[in-house]
C-alpha cells in the first residue's frame, strides 16, 4: 500500500517535472530583439525549414526504418504545401516577405497547427505556444503595413489579407491612346482577323467565356484565358508565368501560330507603316517608329489602365458598412477561415505566387481527360519536378463574369469552381450552404472600369 503511494507520487512528480521542464524550454525570444528577429528565432526553433524547404538537413533518425519513412514523408508533403526557404533567407536579409507567405504562415498561426505535434513532441522548444503566436501574428502585420499596405483601407482592416485595389496613376496618356488602338487593332494578326480583344473583349470581363480561345484561321488554343483586368498587378503573367511582365506577355499572341500567326514583327509593321494617320500619331510618342518594342510598350501602357477599382468588396474594406449584406460579410469570412485567403490574397486576390494545382488528392487524374502539356503548369518552362501542376494563382477580381473557370476551362460555374478549390486545395467538401455563401461573397469583387461598374454582355445570352 505504502509503496503503491510511494510510487504514485513519485510518477506524478516526474510528469510535473518533465512538464516544467517542457514549457521551460518553450521560451519565447527576448523582447529585446527586432520583431523580425524574434520571429527568426521562432522558425528556427519550430523547425519550419526542416519540413518545408526542398533539401532540408533531415535530422539522424531519418535514416531509421519506419521512423525515417515517416519522418521523409512529412518533409516532403510540408514542401509541397509550403516553400518557406526563400522567405527565410529574405527575412534574415531584410527583403520583404512575399505576401501569400504571410498569409499562410498567419492562417497556419491562427489555427495552431504548425509545427505538427509529432514534431514538438519531440523537439522540445519547438510548440508555437500563445506567446510565441502573438509574436508571429505581430510579426505579419508588422510586415502588411510596411510592404503591403496601399493606405485606401479602413484603419479596422489594414491588416487583411486582401486589400483594396488602387487605381493607376503615373500613365502616359498619349501611350495610352495608341495603346488602345493596338489592343483592338486586328492588323496585329496575319489575316487581319483578330486582335487582342477578340479574346479579351473588355466588354465581356476581358475573357471571351470560352473554354479555349479561338485564334486565327479557327484554330483553338489547349488553355484557358485569363482577364486582362488587373493583370498590371500580377508578379509574372501567364498560367506557367513564362512571361516577366505585360510588355513581354504583348510580344507572345502576334507570333503565335494559332493566335495571331505573325513569323516576324515586319508583317505587322508593313501593314501599319501603310497608315498614315496612326503612324503620324506613333512616331510623335515613339521617334523611333514601329518596332517589336514600341508596340508592346504602348499595349502594355494600355493595359495598366485596366484597373477595376472599387468593387462593392472594396468598398466595405474602405469603410462603408453598408457596402456588403451580412450574408456577404459570412461568405468572406469563410473565404478566409477555408484557407482561400491564403493563396488569393493581396489586392488582386492572387497573381501573387505559384501554387500547386491539388495540394489534397490528384486533380488531374480524377478529372479523366489525358493530361496536356498546358496541365503541367510551371513546369513548362523551369522542368523541375517540384513546378509540375503549379500554376500562377489566377485573380478573382471580376470572378463573376469570367466564366469558364480553372487553366483547363473545366469548371463552368463559379460554384463548380469554388466546390473543385475547397476538395483540392482545402481537403473539404463545402455544404450547399457554404458553398452558396462563398460564392455569394465571390459576387461582390466586380469593380468598376472608368469609373462605370464593369459588366459582361454575355450574361444576356446565358
Ligand atoms: C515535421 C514537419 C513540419 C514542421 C516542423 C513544420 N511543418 Fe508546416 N506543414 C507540414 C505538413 C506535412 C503540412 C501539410 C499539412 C496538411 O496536409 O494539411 C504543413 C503545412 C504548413 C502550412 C500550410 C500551407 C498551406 O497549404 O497553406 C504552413 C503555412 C506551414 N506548414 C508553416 C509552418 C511553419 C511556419 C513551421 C514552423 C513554425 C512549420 N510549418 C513546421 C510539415 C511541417
Ligand atoms: C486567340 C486568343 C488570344 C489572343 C488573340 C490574345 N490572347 Fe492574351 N491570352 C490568351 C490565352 C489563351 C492566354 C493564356 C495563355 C497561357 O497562359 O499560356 C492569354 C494570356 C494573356 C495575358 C496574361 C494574363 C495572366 O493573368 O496571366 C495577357 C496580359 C494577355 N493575354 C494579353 C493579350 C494581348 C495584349 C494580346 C494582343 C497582343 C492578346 N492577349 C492576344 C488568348 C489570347
Ligand atoms: C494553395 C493555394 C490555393 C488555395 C488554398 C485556393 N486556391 Fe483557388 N486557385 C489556386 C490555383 C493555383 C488556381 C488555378 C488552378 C487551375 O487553373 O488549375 C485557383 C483557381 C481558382 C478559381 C478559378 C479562377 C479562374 O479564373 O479560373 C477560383 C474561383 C478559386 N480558385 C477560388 C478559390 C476558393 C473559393 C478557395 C477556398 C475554398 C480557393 N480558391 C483556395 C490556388 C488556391
Same mark, same amino acid.
Given at each position: 500500500m505504502k509503496k503503491s503511494i510511494l510510487f504514485a507520487g513519485c510518477g506524478v512528480a516526474l510528469v510535473g517535472a518533465l512538464a516544467i521542464t517542457y514549457y521551460g524550454v518553450n521560451t519565447p525570444p527576448s523582447p529585446e530583439l527586432a520583431l523580425s528577429n524574434q520571429a527568426i528565432e521562432i522558425f528556427n526553433e519550430g523547425g519550419c525549414i526542416s519540413c518545408h524547404s526542398e533539401s532540408p538537413t533531415l535530422p539522424f533518425y531519418s535514416s531509421f526504418p519506419v521512423i525515417g519513412e515517416l519522418v521523409k514523408k512529412d518533409a516532403k508533403d510540408g514542401v509541397k504545401h509550403f516553400n518557406i526557404s526563400n522567405e527565410l533567407n529574405n527575412l534574415a536579409n531584410g527583403i520583404e516577405v512575399n505576401k501569400v507567405a504571410l498569409a499562410k504562415i498567419e492562417k497556419s498561426t491562427i489555427d495552431g497547427t504548425m509545427p505538427l505535434p509529432k514534431y514538438y513532441l519531440v523537439h522540445w522548444g519547438s510548440q508555437t505556444t500563445p506567446k510565441k503566436k502573438e509574436i508571429i501574428l505581430n510579426w505579419v502585420k508588422e510586415q502588411r503595413l510596411a510592404n503591403y499596405s496601399n493606405g485606401l483601407s479602413a484603419a479596422e482592416f489594414a491588416n487583411e489579407p486582401i486589400q483594396p485595389i488602387a487605381p493607376p496613376k503615373d500613365l502616359n496618356m498619349e501611350k495610352v491612346a495608341l495603346g488602345e488602338m493596338l489592343f483592338h487593332d486586328t492588323r496585329l494578326s496575319a489575316n487581319n482577323t483578330v486582335s487582342c480583344a477578340t479574346c479579351h473583349d473588355l466588354a465581356t470581363g *476581358?475573357?471571351?467565356?470560352?473554354r479555349f480561345s479561338e485564334g486565327i484561321n479557327g484554330q483553338f488554343g489547349g488553355v484557358n484565358a485569363p482577364t486582362v483586368f488587373n493583370s498590371h498587378f500580377n508578379f509574372v503573367q501567364f498560367w506557367d508565368g513564362r512571361a516577366a511582365d505585360l510588355q513581354a506577355q504583348a510580344a507572345g499572341p502576334p507570333m503565335n501560330s494559332i493566335e495571331m500567326g505573325n513569323k516576324s514583327w515586319d508583317e505587322v509593321i508593313v501593314k501599319l507603316n501603310d497608315d498614315n494617320k496612326f503612324t503620324e500619331q506613333f512616331n510623335k510618342v515613339y =521617334? *523611333?517608329? %514601329?518596332t517589336g518594342e514600341s508596340i508592346t510598350d504602348a499595349i502594355a501602357e494600355f493595359e495598366r489602365t485596366l484597373i477595376t477599382p472599387d468593387s462593392r468588396f472594396d468598398l466595405y474594406l474602405k469603410g462603408d458598412k453598408t457596402a456588403l449584406s451580412e450574408s456577404e460579410i459570412h461568405g468572406y469570412e469563410l473565404f478566409k477561415q477555408q484557407d $482561400?485567403? #491564403? $493563396?488569393? #490574397?493581396g489586392s488582386n486576390m492572387g497573381g501573387y505566387s505559384y501554387d500547386l494545382m491539388g495540394l489534397y488528392g490528384d486533380y488531374f487524374s480524377n478529372r479523366g481527360d489525358e493530361i496536356t502539356t498546358e496541365d503541367h503548369g510551371r513546369f513548362k518552362e523551369t522542368k523541375a519536378e517540384y513546378d509540375l501542376h503549379r500554376f500562377k494563382v489566377p485573380t478573382l477580381r471580376n470572378i463573376a463574369l #469570367?466564366? =469558364? %473557370?480553372l487553366h483547363d476551362g473545366t469548371a463552368e460555374s463559379l460554384e463548380e469552381a469554388v466546390d473543385v478549390m475547397s476538395i483540392y486545395q482545402n481537403n473539404k467538401t463545402l455544404t450547399e450552404v457554404e458553398l452558396a455563401s462563398i460564392v455569394g461573397y465571390l459576387n461582390t469583387l466586380t469593380g468598376k472600369y472608368n469609373g462605370k461598374e464593369l459588366t459582361n454582355t454575355n450574361i444576356q445570352k446565358l
Amino acid at each position: 500500500m505504502k509503496k503503491s503511494i510511494l510510487f504514485a507520487g513519485c510518477g506524478v512528480a516526474l510528469v510535473g517535472a518533465l512538464a516544467i521542464t517542457y514549457y521551460g524550454v518553450n521560451t519565447p525570444p527576448s523582447p529585446e530583439l527586432a520583431l523580425s528577429n524574434q520571429a527568426i528565432e521562432i522558425f528556427n526553433e519550430g523547425g519550419c525549414i526542416s519540413c518545408h524547404s526542398e533539401s532540408p538537413t533531415l535530422p539522424f533518425y531519418s535514416s531509421f526504418p519506419v521512423i525515417g519513412e515517416l519522418v521523409k514523408k512529412d518533409a516532403k508533403d510540408g514542401v509541397k504545401h509550403f516553400n518557406i526557404s526563400n522567405e527565410l533567407n529574405n527575412l534574415a536579409n531584410g527583403i520583404e516577405v512575399n505576401k501569400v507567405a504571410l498569409a499562410k504562415i498567419e492562417k497556419s498561426t491562427i489555427d495552431g497547427t504548425m509545427p505538427l505535434p509529432k514534431y514538438y513532441l519531440v523537439h522540445w522548444g519547438s510548440q508555437t505556444t500563445p506567446k510565441k503566436k502573438e509574436i508571429i501574428l505581430n510579426w505579419v502585420k508588422e510586415q502588411r503595413l510596411a510592404n503591403y499596405s496601399n493606405g485606401l483601407s479602413a484603419a479596422e482592416f489594414a491588416n487583411e489579407p486582401i486589400q483594396p485595389i488602387a487605381p493607376p496613376k503615373d500613365l502616359n496618356m498619349e501611350k495610352v491612346a495608341l495603346g488602345e488602338m493596338l489592343f483592338h487593332d486586328t492588323r496585329l494578326s496575319a489575316n487581319n482577323t483578330v486582335s487582342c480583344a477578340t479574346c479579351h473583349d473588355l466588354a465581356t470581363g *476581358g475573357v471571351d467565356n470560352l473554354r479555349f480561345s479561338e485564334g486565327i484561321n479557327g484554330q483553338f488554343g489547349g488553355v484557358n484565358a485569363p482577364t486582362v483586368f488587373n493583370s498590371h498587378f500580377n508578379f509574372v503573367q501567364f498560367w506557367d508565368g513564362r512571361a516577366a511582365d505585360l510588355q513581354a506577355q504583348a510580344a507572345g499572341p502576334p507570333m503565335n501560330s494559332i493566335e495571331m500567326g505573325n513569323k516576324s514583327w515586319d508583317e505587322v509593321i508593313v501593314k501599319l507603316n501603310d497608315d498614315n494617320k496612326f503612324t503620324e500619331q506613333f512616331n510623335k510618342v515613339y =521617334p *523611333g517608329s %514601329y518596332t517589336g518594342e514600341s508596340i508592346t510598350d504602348a499595349i502594355a501602357e494600355f493595359e495598366r489602365t485596366l484597373i477595376t477599382p472599387d468593387s462593392r468588396f472594396d468598398l466595405y474594406l474602405k469603410g462603408d458598412k453598408t457596402a456588403l449584406s451580412e450574408s456577404e460579410i459570412h461568405g468572406y469570412e469563410l473565404f478566409k477561415q477555408q484557407d $482561400c485567403a #491564403t $493563396c488569393h #490574397t493581396g489586392s488582386n486576390m492572387g497573381g501573387y505566387s505559384y501554387d500547386l494545382m491539388g495540394l489534397y488528392g490528384d486533380y488531374f487524374s480524377n478529372r479523366g481527360d489525358e493530361i496536356t502539356t498546358e496541365d503541367h503548369g510551371r513546369f513548362k518552362e523551369t522542368k523541375a519536378e517540384y513546378d509540375l501542376h503549379r500554376f500562377k494563382v489566377p485573380t478573382l477580381r471580376n470572378i463573376a463574369l #469570367t466564366w =469558364p %473557370y480553372l487553366h483547363d476551362g473545366t469548371a463552368e460555374s463559379l460554384e463548380e469552381a469554388v466546390d473543385v478549390m475547397s476538395i483540392y486545395q482545402n481537403n473539404k467538401t463545402l455544404t450547399e450552404v457554404e458553398l452558396a455563401s462563398i460564392v455569394g461573397y465571390l459576387n461582390t469583387l466586380t469593380g468598376k472600369y472608368n469609373g462605370k461598374e464593369l459588366t459582361n454582355t454575355n450574361i444576356q445570352k446565358l
